[in-house]
T-cell receptor
């Protein structure tokens, strides 16, 4: 019930294309859903986050779509650039787990020039 | 913005020795800090949660006597890997939260530990 399942494991997109990464959760007590970007040898950096009271949030080229009934959320990267090539993690937390972040398995994105 | 400094960024130590990793919140008070471990091409696995002035809460399967966590102030938490062995070699990452549910979590840059 604490799991967050992320797909796909890897993704190759052409420059200018749209990258889509999906996550699903089980615990309905989760109320905070962030996405992180991680480059090799670095810590994760917050990209964008959403709470379940909205269905979509957009920041620049990054958009989170949230489907509360389906317990799914996704990250869309518009106009993908080679500099976006990194590993992306979704995560979830809620008051029921004392604020701990539960991470998805990660998606390695490669944007080809 | 919120900044978390983690030091050292990499360390090599001999088997049997201990290594200390520091995690500092530079511009906010971190009431809660989290320590993660990440193996190559894998996700972050939470090791423990520490609240300032309290004993850390360890996740199942994490040896608390091997991974000592101290959170003595609102800006500093340390992770000490005691009697390190090659299997402890990993990427260790800390994260700090300001305590508000709206604050989010800020991650350090990680420490690459290699035990030889």
């Amino acid at each position: 019930q604490q799991q967050v399942k992320q797909s796909p494991q890897s993704l190759i997109v052409q420059k200018g294309g749209i990258s889509i990464i999906n996550c699903a959760y089980e615990n309905t007590a989760f109320d905070y859903f962030p996405w992180y970007q991680q480059f090799p040898g670095k810590g994760p950096a917050l990209l964008i986050a959403i709470r379940p009271d909205v269905s979509e949030k957009k920041e620049g080229r990054f958009t989170i779509s949230f489907n509360k009934s389906a317990k799914q959320f996704s990250l869309h990267i518009m106009d993908s650039q080679p500099g976006d090539s990194a590993t992306y993690f979704c995560a979830a937390s809620g008051s029921s787990n004392t604020g701990k972040l539960i991470f998805g398995q990660g998606t390695t994105l490669q944007v080809k020039p | 913005g919120a900044v978390v400094s983690q030091h050292p960024s990499w360390v090599i130590c001999k088997s049997g020795t201990s290594v200390k990793i520091e995690c500092r919140s530079l511009d906010f008070q971190a009431t809660t800090m989290f320590w993660y471990r990440q193996f190559p091409k894998q996700s972050l696995m939470l090791m423990a949660t520490s609240n300032e002035g309290s004993k850390a809460t360890y996740e199942q399967g994490v040896e608390k006597d091997k991974f000592l966590i101290n959170h003595a102030s609102l800006t500093l938490s340390t992770l000490t890997v005691t009697s390190a062995h090659p299997e402890d070699s990993s990427f260790y990452i800390c994260s700090a939260s300001g305590g508000s549910r709206n604050y989010g979590y800020t991650f350090g840059s990680g420490t690459r530990l290699t035990v030889v």
